[in-house]
């Protein structure tokens, strides 16, 4: 059974510009989370996405969004990208909501 | 507002010894209490996932317990080897928001 899977590995920006992250679900899971992980910062909770609905959000602002696809699988969009925002973004996948949580490779995310 | 905390941040030990992982949150209302682990540069690897309504897990020679009166959980390694060497996290369901700890980076010596 493939895993949680992100794309792409390694993404470079410019500050200002706009990132997109992908991430695909484990087959059967409905469930979708995205994190992120600052150097120094540990994992910080995103966006939460169950049945192609936005659940609930971190402690970010509105430049960071995202949506779930009919298919489960989910994007993540950083607009306006400031030197922060370099970190690993974590994506992970559970069956239902509570159920234990997956977590793809991650998308290293480089802002200069 | 839910806290996470894992004490120590890193451990070592010897190849064989039995060790044990401490992760404590400040709300004990929480939905469930997920152990996982990390090792560098890479995604986490689900280790064991704790409901509120349980005590304990056991997968092989790991075993996590629950305390939510006092906030606690711990993750036992028994016969540890070096192959466990990463970081441990643990994490909670806590309202609609998942807190994760900042981790304890377990060495294990052969």
């Known amino acids: 059974e493939a895993g949680v899977t992100q794309s792409p590995t390694h993404l470079i920006k410019t500050r200002g510009q706009q990132a997109t992250l992908r991430c695909s679900p484990i087959?059967?899971?409905?469930?979708v989370y995205w994190y992120q992980q600052a150097l120094g910062l540990g994992l910080q909770f995103l966006l939460w996405y169950d049945e192609g609905e936005e659940r609930n959000r971190g402690n970010f602002p509105p430049r960071f969004s995202g949506r779930q696809f009919p298919n489960y699988s989910s994007e993540l969009n950083v607009n306006a990208l400031e030197l922060e925002d370099s970190a690993l973004y974590l994506c992970?996948?559970?069956?239902?909501?509570?159920?234990?949580?997956?977590f793809g490779p991650g998308t290293r995310l480089t802002v200069t | 507002k839910q806290e996470v905390t894992q004490i120590p941040a890193a451990l070592s030990v010897p190849e064989g010894e039995n060790l044990v992982l401490n992760c404590s949150f400040t709300d004990s209302a929480i939905y469930n209490l997920q152990w996982f682990r990390q090792d560098p540069g890479k995604g986490l690897t689900s280790l064991l996932l704790i409901q509120s309504s349980q005590r304990e897990q056991t997968s092989g020679r790991l075993n996590a317990s629950l305390d939510k009166s006092s906030g606690r959980s711990t993750l036992y390694i028994a016969a540890s080897q070096p192959g466990d060497s990463a970081t441990y996290l643990c994490a909670v369901k806590s309202g609609n928001q998942f807190y994760f700890g900042t981790g304890t980076s377990l060495t294990v010596i052969p």
């Open positions: 992970a996948s559970s069956f239902r909501t509570g159920y234990e949580q997956y």
């Open positions: 087959s059967g899971h409905t469930s």
